[in-house]
């Protein structure tokens, strides 16, 4: 199967299929960029994705899909100076 089909089916299903480091590279090949784990909990976001449905989000867009009290942001030496 190609990595799409494998993405696919792997999204619709409600059980894990296969080992998830296949599953996530599939994904990522599907889409062409980088998936972080917590998009995983909305596959519908990322199918629409994949059927053109939907626009590559942004990194704003990604970081907003996890809730504002678990986020923790860790800034370099550049940004700590700024």
Known sequence: MSPRDVAIFQLNEH???MNFGDFHKAV???LGRP???HEFANPT???DEIYGNLPCPTMEDIINL???DK???I???EEEQK
Do not use: F
């Open 15 to 17: 059980r894990l299929c």
């Open 28 to 30: 990522e090949d599907a």
């Open 35 to 37: 998936v972080w784990s």
């Open 45 to 47: 976001y990322l199918l």
């Open 66 to 68: 996890i809730p504002k």
């Open 71 to 73: 986020r923790i942001i």
């Open 75 to 77: 800034m370099g030496e």
